[in-house]
């Protein structure tokens, strides 16, 4: 049986909103917790985005969760040694119940140290490289490395956890899902799709964790939570590759109009069916996902988790 957890959203949430919502999620009854890795939000209406190493450190103390973040680009913004020293220090603090997930970003948040956004190819290139980079330092041993994208010399991590910090590699095409494949302890995508997933196994994933996550949006008013959603997440619903080369916000808002009301309803969970909440979690676990994490879209948490606890995780748990 699929574990299930709670997505933390912080495009949309300051810091101790975030530590507030890991708490309900834990009193609840979900048993992990993701956080997403920003330096932008995606529009100016979700209006945050914290640091996410210092949230994390603030969630080791008040929960017992297990964290995990979905995603970090190790690549550009930040050195892959830093991300380790970031990763290994987590683990510590949660007692070695930190997992980092890791993908090949998006010029949304990568840009501004002013590099060029390099192509998708090349991006999965520097992913590879980063990992084994920080699979190094995670040993605790002295560390050299001169490597086609990164240089590492004479680097050692002496805070680490007793076992090295597992690495889940998120990916949405066969390139990315190879990657996983062949690289990662754990595979993470975003959609039910059983194809990915098998390739992902096949490929040399094995019975490693398949993780996945999926946005909702709970309210007794159907048509109030579409329009909340659109407001807050119509990025999610762009097609094709302009999530990962959109530089600004204000890049996403003038694709907007894009993005009706039908089309949230159609593909975003929203209002209080109980039923509709239930089969779009049980989509991922008859995909062949191990853990799934569901973030609710707007301010009304407390609500979304007093239904959770009482309506949904109850029939996702049973058996």
């Known amino acids: 049986m699929a574990e299930y957890g709670y997505f933390m959203a912080a495009e949309e949430f300051g810091p101790a909103a ?22 932008h939000p995606w ?15 603030a969630l080791a103390e008040a929960v017992s969760l297990p964290v995990e973040t979905a995603v970090t680009c190790p690549t550009m913004r930040i050195h892959p040694a830093v ?17 980092l997930g890791v993908g090949s970003g998006e010029a949304l948040n990568e840009h501004i140290i002013g590099a060029a956004w390099p192509p998708a190819h090349k991006r999965l290139e520097m992913l590879e490289e980063a990992i084994l980079v920080m699979r190094e330092l995670f040993e605790g041993k002295w560390v050299n490395h001169y490597g086609k994208h990164y240089t590492v010399e004479n680097a050692r991590l002496y805070t680490v956890p007793d076992e090295p910090v597992p690495i889940d590699v998120s990916g949405f095409g066969p390139q990315a899902t190879a990657l996983a494949a062949r690289v990662a302890d754990g595979y993470i995508t975003m959609t039910p799709d059983e194809s990915m997933v098998s390739q992902f196994r096949k490929g040399g994933g094995g019975a490693k964790p398949v993780l996945g996550g999926t946005k909702v949006c709970y309210g007794t008013d159907r048509d109030a939570a579409v329009a909340t959603v659109r407001r807050l997440w119509s990025n999610q619903l762009l097609p094709g590759e302009m999530g990962q080369v959109l530089p600004s916000p204000r890049h996403f808002e003038q694709l907007e109009p894009l993005i009706t009301d039908e089309m949230v309803a159609e593909n975003v969970v929203c209002g209080d069916d109980v039923e509709q909440h239930v089969r779009a979690l049980l989509a991922f676990e008859e995909a062949g996902f191990d ?11 407390q609500a979304f988790f007093d239904f959770y606890r009482t309506k949904v995780l109850p029939q996702l748990q049973r058996g």
């Open 83 to 99: 991300v380790a020293q970031a990763a290994a220090t987590s683990a510590v603090m949660t007692g070695g119940n930190f997992r």
């Open 18 to 39: 975030l530590v507030e919502q890991a708490r309900m999620a834990e009193q609840a009854g979900f048993q992990s917790l993701w956080i997403s890795d920003h330096y």
């Open 43 to 57: 529009n100016d209406a979700q209006g945050q985005s914290p640091f996410v190493w210092s949230v994390i450190g």
């Open 291 to 301: 853990r799934i994490y569901v973030n609710q879209i707007g301010p009304d948490q």
